[in-house]
Nanobody, 120 residues
Framework: QVQLVESGGGLVQAGGSLRLSCAASGSIFSIKAMGWYRQAPGKQRELVAT???????HYADSVKARFTISRDNAKNMVYLRMNSLKPEDTAVYYC??????????????WGQGTQVTVSS
């Protein structure tokens, strides 16, 4: 069984910063790509940022130069540093990982989500 748990969400004023964390636990053999998605009320879930096992990153245009994704392979964790936050960044943020478990089964796993609210 593999579980992802996010933390670090909250309420922040526009222009402020937050750092989200996501920890994977369970029967993990290796973790391939990691990423963050978000879903605002009434909107579809959208990609925010991804990072490969080799450290190659990709960002949505809306967050480039403001958000930074990073990972700690030893701790099975992924982070999202969010700077210069805007009200339109308000959403539930989800982490996702492509994980090969101890039985070598490869699957995508999602966290439960953490709320980020940016006030104007």
């Amino acid at each position: 069984q593999v579980q992802l748990v996010e933390s670090g969400g909250g309420l922040v004023q526009a222009g402020g910063s937050l750092r989200l964390s996501c920890a994977a636990s369970g029967s993990i053999f290796s973790i391939k790509a990691m990423g963050w998605y978000r879903q605002a009320p009434g909107k579809q879930r959208e990609l925010v940022a991804t990072i490969t096992s080799g450290g190659i990153t990709h960002y949505a245009d809306s967050v480039k130069a403001r958000f930074t994704i990073s990972r700690d392979n030893a701790k099975n964790m992924v982070y999202l540093r969010m700077n210069s936050l805007k009200p339109e960044d308000t959403a539930v943020y989800y982490c996702a990982m492509n994980i090969q478990n101890s039985d070598y089964y490869l699957a995508d796993y999602w966290g439960q989500g953490t709320q980020v609210t940016v006030s104007s």
